[in-house]
């Protein structure tokens, strides 16, 4: 474990609200001192590390990997912001694409024509751990003279199949 600052400060808020709580239960100092420092880390790595991981989306950056990205579909949300800052998709054939990322997952909808975009594929990049997380982060990949031109993401809305 890393000792940082962020942690310093949440072990000192810790052990403070421990130490009133237990404050109300005896009136010796050195005991309720005592009590609480044995408290604190256990107060803090059960309950309030926990509750920190489950409402914050923070998660793992991972260097773009081609093995990785089809290997584990899951995971892509890790693999997408250091592929679309690096630009190493950027000026790059369809078939260079769909032989590093597979083939599309479905084609963007064009309004225009009516029909279904092949110069825009999209790919799912799976669903950012948290608790209240509804929404499925996607990214879509623009074409054009059949080389990449632009690459966005995009969140949309976790859909269940209904059983009968």
């Known amino acids: 474990m ?3 600052a962020p942690l310093v400060i949440m072990m000192c808020i810790v052990f403070v609200l421990i130490f009133l709580f237990v404050k109300t ?3 010796r100092k050195w ?22 991981n489950i409402f914050s ?24 912001d250091d592929m679309i800052t690096s630009e190493i998709l950027i000026g ?10 597979g083939t599309y997952e479905w084609l963007s909808w064009d309004e225009a024509q009516k029909d279904h975009d092949s110069n825009r594929w999209n790919y799912s990049l799976g669903i ?8 499925k982060e996607c990214v879509e990949i623009v074409f054009k003279n059949d080389k990449v031109i632009a690459i966005s993401t995009y969140k949309e809305e976790i859909k269940f199949d209904a059983k009968d």
């Open 2 to 4: 890393i000792i940082t």
């Open 92 to 101: 790059q054939p369809k078939s260079d694409i769909e032989s590093l990322l």
């Open 25 to 27: 239960i005896d009136r």
């Open 57 to 80: 989306n923070y998660h793992h950056q991972k260097y773009f990997s081609s093995e990785l990205w089809i290997e584990k579909p899951a995971l892509r949300y890790e693999l997408s």
């Open 128 to 135: 950012e751990p948290g608790a209240f997380n509804t929404e």
């Open 31 to 52: 005991l309720t001192v005592l009590v609480s420092l044995a408290i604190t880390p256990f107060a803090y790595f059960y309950a309030v590390y926990p509750m920190v």
